[in-house]
Protein backbone atom coordinates (compact mmCIF):
# COMPACT_ATOMS: atom_id res chain seq x y z
CA UNK A 1 0.00 0.00 0.00
CA UNK A 2 1.43 3.46 -0.75
CA UNK A 3 1.84 5.32 2.42
CA UNK A 4 3.86 8.71 3.78
CA UNK A 5 5.22 8.10 7.13
CA UNK A 6 6.50 11.22 9.10
CA UNK A 7 8.37 9.14 12.03
CA UNK A 8 8.42 12.08 14.85
CA UNK A 9 5.39 13.17 16.36
CA UNK A 10 7.06 16.02 17.81
CA UNK A 11 10.32 17.45 17.07
CA UNK A 12 11.91 20.31 19.65
CA UNK A 13 14.46 22.40 19.19
CA UNK A 14 16.34 25.90 20.68
CA UNK A 15 15.74 28.55 18.55
CA UNK A 16 18.96 29.45 16.38
CA UNK A 17 19.36 25.83 15.59
CA UNK A 18 19.18 24.05 12.74
CA UNK A 19 15.97 21.79 12.70
CA UNK A 20 14.81 18.85 10.46
CA UNK A 21 11.30 17.37 10.08
CA UNK A 22 11.91 13.93 8.64
CA UNK A 23 9.36 12.34 5.53
CA UNK A 24 9.71 8.79 4.07
CA UNK A 25 7.13 7.83 1.13
CA UNK A 26 6.27 4.40 -0.18
CA UNK A 27 4.77 5.16 -3.75
CA UNK A 28 5.36 3.84 -7.38
CA UNK A 29 6.47 6.31 -10.12
CA UNK A 30 7.62 9.52 -9.75
CA UNK A 31 5.43 11.17 -7.31
CA UNK A 32 5.32 15.30 -6.85
CA UNK A 33 6.31 15.93 -3.07
CA UNK A 34 4.80 18.80 -0.89
CA UNK A 35 5.07 20.34 2.72
CA UNK A 36 2.64 22.12 3.92
CA UNK A 37 2.66 23.83 7.61
CA UNK A 38 -0.46 24.12 10.05
CA UNK A 39 -0.62 27.21 12.23
CA UNK A 40 -3.24 27.42 15.23
CA UNK A 41 -6.77 27.63 14.62
CA UNK A 42 -5.17 27.97 10.46
CA UNK A 43 -5.03 26.17 7.78
CA UNK A 44 -3.03 24.02 5.72
CA UNK A 45 -0.47 26.49 4.02
CA UNK A 46 1.95 25.38 1.02
CA UNK A 47 5.67 25.84 1.58
CA UNK A 48 7.62 23.94 -0.36
CA UNK A 49 7.28 21.20 -3.56
CA UNK A 50 9.55 19.04 -5.39
CA UNK A 51 8.48 18.17 -8.93
CA UNK A 52 11.80 17.59 -10.74
CA UNK A 53 14.99 18.68 -11.18
CA UNK A 54 17.34 19.85 -7.98
CA UNK A 55 17.11 17.53 -5.16
CA UNK A 56 17.46 20.71 -2.77
CA UNK A 57 14.18 22.54 -2.94
CA UNK A 58 13.67 26.49 -0.92
CA UNK A 59 10.37 27.30 -0.14
CA UNK A 60 8.48 29.78 2.18
CA UNK A 61 9.69 31.44 5.28
CA UNK A 62 13.38 30.27 4.98
CA UNK A 63 12.46 26.50 4.68
CA UNK A 64 14.09 24.05 1.97
CA UNK A 65 13.89 20.60 1.75
CA UNK A 66 15.93 17.97 0.26
CA UNK A 67 14.74 15.09 -2.14
CA UNK A 68 16.61 11.67 -1.95
CA UNK A 69 15.45 9.08 -4.58
CA UNK A 70 17.16 6.43 -3.36
CA UNK A 71 16.21 7.09 0.36
CA UNK A 72 12.36 7.82 -1.16
CA UNK A 73 13.03 10.53 1.78
CA UNK A 74 12.00 14.56 1.52
CA UNK A 75 13.05 15.98 4.70
CA UNK A 76 12.20 19.44 5.69
CA UNK A 77 15.07 21.32 7.21
CA UNK A 78 16.03 25.09 8.18
CA UNK A 79 19.14 26.22 9.48
CA UNK A 80 18.56 28.51 12.07
CA UNK A 81 15.00 27.60 13.54
CA UNK A 82 12.54 30.76 15.30
CA UNK A 83 10.38 30.57 17.68
CA UNK A 84 7.32 31.47 15.16
CA UNK A 85 8.55 28.31 13.40
CA UNK A 86 6.47 26.17 16.04
CA UNK A 87 3.35 24.54 14.00
CA UNK A 88 2.23 21.25 12.96
CA UNK A 89 4.17 20.13 9.85
CA UNK A 90 2.21 18.00 7.02
CA UNK A 91 4.76 15.92 4.39
CA UNK A 92 2.17 14.84 1.34
CA UNK A 93 2.92 12.86 -1.48
CA UNK A 94 0.97 12.99 -5.09
CA UNK A 95 0.71 9.85 -6.99
CA UNK A 96 0.14 8.60 -10.50
CA UNK A 97 -3.68 8.35 -9.85
CA UNK A 98 -2.88 12.50 -9.31
CA UNK A 99 -4.48 11.74 -5.65
CA UNK A 100 -2.50 13.10 -2.57
CA UNK A 101 -1.33 10.88 0.58
CA UNK A 102 -0.53 12.56 3.11
CA UNK A 103 1.54 11.73 6.42
CA UNK A 104 0.07 11.84 9.87
CA UNK A 105 1.71 15.27 10.65
CA UNK A 106 4.96 16.44 12.53
CA UNK A 107 4.64 19.12 16.01
CA UNK A 108 7.30 21.23 15.95
CA UNK A 109 8.38 23.45 18.80
CA UNK A 110 10.78 25.79 18.85
CA UNK A 111 11.79 26.88 22.59
CA UNK A 112 13.55 30.35 23.10
CA UNK B 1 -7.43 37.58 -3.00
CA UNK B 2 -7.43 33.94 -4.02
CA UNK B 3 -8.99 32.24 -1.03
CA UNK B 4 -10.92 29.43 0.14
CA UNK B 5 -13.96 30.16 2.37
CA UNK B 6 -15.51 27.85 4.53
CA UNK B 7 -18.71 28.55 6.74
CA UNK B 8 -19.46 28.65 9.87
CA UNK B 9 -15.98 27.92 11.42
CA UNK B 10 -17.21 26.65 14.41
CA UNK B 11 -20.37 24.62 14.91
CA UNK B 12 -22.02 22.89 18.07
CA UNK B 13 -25.05 20.76 17.37
CA UNK B 14 -26.99 17.21 18.24
CA UNK B 15 -27.00 13.99 16.81
CA UNK B 16 -29.83 13.77 13.37
CA UNK B 17 -29.89 17.74 12.89
CA UNK B 18 -28.50 17.78 9.51
CA UNK B 19 -26.09 20.25 8.70
CA UNK B 20 -24.32 22.26 5.61
CA UNK B 21 -20.56 23.06 5.40
CA UNK B 22 -20.42 25.23 3.14
CA UNK B 23 -17.08 26.04 1.13
CA UNK B 24 -15.88 28.39 -1.80
CA UNK B 25 -13.04 29.18 -3.96
CA UNK B 26 -12.33 32.13 -6.12
CA UNK B 27 -9.53 30.71 -7.85
CA UNK B 28 -11.68 29.42 -10.98
CA UNK B 29 -9.82 25.39 -9.85
CA UNK B 30 -11.44 22.53 -10.98
CA UNK B 31 -10.49 20.17 -8.12
CA UNK B 32 -12.40 20.68 -4.84
CA UNK B 33 -12.18 18.31 -1.75
CA UNK B 34 -12.59 17.88 1.99
CA UNK B 35 -10.64 16.48 4.42
CA UNK B 36 -11.07 15.82 8.32
CA UNK B 37 -8.29 15.93 10.40
CA UNK B 38 -8.19 14.33 13.56
CA UNK B 39 -5.43 13.82 16.19
CA UNK B 40 -2.99 11.13 15.04
CA UNK B 41 -4.69 10.65 12.04
CA UNK B 42 -3.74 13.45 10.01
CA UNK B 43 -5.46 14.33 7.21
CA UNK B 44 -8.41 11.87 5.46
CA UNK B 45 -10.16 12.48 2.38
CA UNK B 46 -13.96 12.35 2.91
CA UNK B 47 -15.12 13.52 -1.17
CA UNK B 48 -13.14 15.27 -4.11
CA UNK B 49 -14.67 16.74 -7.10
CA UNK B 50 -12.80 16.91 -10.49
CA UNK B 51 -15.23 19.90 -11.75
CA UNK B 52 -18.87 20.51 -11.95
CA UNK B 53 -20.92 17.65 -11.45
CA UNK B 54 -18.19 15.29 -11.04
CA UNK B 55 -17.86 13.85 -7.52
CA UNK B 56 -15.89 10.91 -6.17
CA UNK B 57 -15.36 8.69 -2.54
CA UNK B 58 -12.05 9.69 -0.81
CA UNK B 59 -11.21 7.38 2.21
CA UNK B 60 -13.80 8.09 4.63
CA UNK B 61 -17.11 9.02 2.89
CA UNK B 62 -19.39 7.27 5.12
CA UNK B 63 -22.17 9.81 6.82
CA UNK B 64 -21.24 12.35 4.60
CA UNK B 65 -22.78 13.68 1.07
CA UNK B 66 -21.13 16.35 -1.56
CA UNK B 67 -22.44 18.48 -4.18
CA UNK B 68 -21.01 20.45 -6.90
CA UNK B 69 -23.16 22.62 -8.85
CA UNK B 70 -21.32 25.18 -9.41
CA UNK B 71 -17.76 25.38 -10.38
CA UNK B 72 -16.79 27.46 -7.23
CA UNK B 73 -19.12 26.32 -4.60
CA UNK B 74 -18.44 22.53 -2.57
CA UNK B 75 -20.44 22.20 0.16
CA UNK B 76 -20.51 19.33 2.74
CA UNK B 77 -23.63 17.57 4.19
CA UNK B 78 -24.17 15.86 7.00
CA UNK B 79 -27.42 14.50 6.54
CA UNK B 80 -28.22 12.98 10.25
CA UNK B 81 -24.70 13.80 11.92
CA UNK B 82 -23.33 11.32 14.91
CA UNK B 83 -20.95 12.05 17.50
CA UNK B 84 -18.11 10.43 15.26
CA UNK B 85 -18.15 13.11 12.92
CA UNK B 86 -16.77 15.28 15.28
CA UNK B 87 -13.73 16.68 14.02
CA UNK B 88 -11.72 19.25 12.06
CA UNK B 89 -13.17 20.18 8.61
CA UNK B 90 -10.64 21.49 5.66
CA UNK B 91 -12.21 22.49 2.28
CA UNK B 92 -8.93 22.52 -0.48
CA UNK B 93 -8.82 23.33 -4.34
CA UNK B 94 -6.40 23.57 -6.80
CA UNK B 95 -5.89 23.07 -10.44
CA UNK B 96 -6.41 19.82 -12.39
CA UNK B 97 -5.05 18.14 -14.91
CA UNK B 98 -1.79 20.19 -16.54
CA UNK B 99 -1.89 21.69 -12.69
CA UNK B 100 -1.90 18.77 -10.70
CA UNK B 101 1.98 19.79 -9.82
CA UNK B 102 0.23 22.47 -7.70
CA UNK B 103 -0.70 22.99 -4.40
CA UNK B 104 -3.71 22.78 -2.75
CA UNK B 105 -5.49 26.15 -1.14
CA UNK B 106 -7.04 25.13 2.02
CA UNK B 107 -9.89 27.15 4.12
CA UNK B 108 -9.42 27.59 7.35
CA UNK B 109 -11.16 24.93 8.59
CA UNK B 110 -14.43 24.01 10.31
CA UNK B 111 -14.57 22.66 13.91
CA UNK B 112 -17.84 20.49 13.80
CA UNK B 113 -19.25 19.25 17.59
CA UNK B 114 -21.85 16.73 17.14
CA UNK B 115 -23.69 16.20 20.95
Known amino acids: ?4 AQPEDQVNVAEGNPLTVKCTYSVSGNPY ?5 QYPNRGLQFLLKYITGDNLVKGSYGFEAEFNKSQTSFHLKKPSALVSDSALYFCAVRDISDQLIWGAGTKLIIKP | EAQVTQNPRYLITVTGKKLTVT ?3 NMNHEYMSWYRQDPGL ?7 SMNVEVTDKGDVPEGYKVSRKEKRNFPLILESPSPNQTSLYFCASR ?15 TRLSIL
Open chain 1, 1 to 4: AQSV
Open chain 1, 33 to 37: LFWYV
Open chain 2, 23 to 25: CSQ
Open chain 2, 42 to 48: GLRQIYY
Open chain 2, 95 to 109: LFGTGSNQPQHFGDG
